[in-house]
């Protein structure tokens, strides 16, 4: 376990370490350079010499690099003159916004997708198995941002069942009216089922071919015995897996349920940033949304190996992924 | 990223494709391929959708360039079957010319992504050690960044034109195939014919191109058609972000958003045939893609 651990924690870190020099790269893309690019097409060559100088971006590549890094790693995101506050305190006061909106969407598309995924797999090739996979079909072929505007619809405009605006402010006022947040939710965990409980439905299956299945079933196991007590538990493992791998595809999610909610996360931020062409938010948003995934990527093989002991015991921990 | 490309890489390398019924021939994977009935139905969805948006404008003859506001959002009648939209534009038409963008953008996007993602994925897995693991980790880090956010930046600083749109999202899209075809060549490499073209003397490339490449196809094939899938859900969510390909050239996703500011008009004509268009199409990409790892015998958690 330790071996394994600490091979997955430096790879992790190399990982880390790769996306800051994305990260540096996308600021070398910015069209102008990046002083241009930040301080807009007015900036008199004085103001670029001193804003290069101040951020270090007159050495050469590596040593503006290495300046750079350093100082994301001491918290120095940047200064975004659009929003006239370091980026480091607009991303503080956004993330936990957005963590919370994915991580309630993610708890309960899993309540959701392991039942129905199971049901679906004992139920294989009849009618209701048929059914569910084609609700679940066409919702991941929908655009997540037209399922959010049909809920609206349906449920704030013509039932006036729950607002349609997400609750404004600081991270408190959240709670202050959970009817707000439904519509939100329901959007990310509709859309986010819909991916869950078919790779469910596809590990059960694999388990239940397995020949433990068969043996229970001939001892005289229940049908649901069975189920719980090993298929279920041998299925899961990997769905632990599924939601480190799925972290990227959660988060593009709640980047469009935020801007149709207008619900104040880093999604919302960075949408308005590219509109106001203010890069600094943009990248800072890029890496802390990427440092975010490459953690819950690791924290989620972790989990899966405490799970289940083979993923530690092969040595060739990295084969496939 | 649609499920498939996001479950695709959890297999793990110990089913690569190659093991399944690698000799058969590909007749007996076209039967099976045919046998299938979703996926014959989603190959003929998408060939009507194609002929409908790159033959469809030669029948049926409208203007796509010139707004005409005297005749904005008129209801489906004679003369314009589905209405026009919020400029006048015949939506039947509109929606022809929508789907070419939208086509070309994802098959493009779908190419980019493949090539590149295979040779750099071949190329890996063919090198292995230290090599491999540094190509995999920048892998690992760019699939990191949720794509959206990756695109909404690439889309503020080059303006989306078609061909802009089609390398930026097949340059966020690489990753898995990349992946897929690593996990492929690790275990190919140790075939006795790579080791006897090795032995031989071939040289590398021609080694990843000619016998790497080649018998992954199976997995390349099926990850492509989702890759098409994904990437027309992208460029439609682009699209709703106010970064897809400004007028009068237009996309399934940007018909629909434009389409949403009018829902509490009723004016469902713009909203529903781009949704359902969309939707069509994805949804038949991915039955062709289920309908192929069955052909190829694929482990079904892979694509």
Redesign the interface.
Known sequence: MIRFLARRCSQALVVLLLVSVIIFILLHLLPGGPARAILGTHATPTNVAAFNKENGLDGPLPAQYWHWLTGVLSGNLGFSYVLNQPVSSVLAQRLPKTAFLAGISVVLAVLIAVPVGLYQAVRRARIDDYVVTTVTFVLYSTPAFWVALLLIDVLAVRLHLFPAEAPQGAFSTLFGDPSALVLPVATITLVTIAAYSRYVRSSVLDELAQDYVRMARSKGAGLRVVLLRHVLRNALSPVVTLLGVSLPFILSGTLITEQVFNYPGVGLLIFNAAEQQDYPVMLGVVLVVGAATVVGSLLADIVYAILDPRVRASVNGEAGR | ???EN??A??????HPGADAPAEAPGRVRLRAFADNRLAVAGLAVVIALTLFAFIGPLLYHTDQIHTRLAAETLRPGPGHPLGTDNVGYDQLGRLMVGGQTTLEVAFGAAAVAILLGVVWGATAGYLGGFAD?LM???V???????????L??L???FKPSVLMLIIVVGVTAWLVPA?LVR?EA?SLRNREYVQAARTMGVRPPTIIFRHIVTNSIGTILVNATFQV?DAI?LV??LS????GISPPATNW?AM??DG?NY??SGYWWL?YPP?IA??LT??AF??IGDGLRDAFGLD??RG
């Open positions: 990223m649609s499920l996001m479950t890489t959890l297999g793990g390398a110990d693991g995999m980790r920048v690992d880090a760019l699939l990191a960044i949720p794509a959206l956010f990756l909404i930046f889309a503020t600083v992946r996990g690790l899938a859900l439609a969510a709703f972000l106010g970064l996703g629909l958003s949403l829902t509490y909203t949704g969309i939707v994805v949804v991915n039955l079904t958690r």
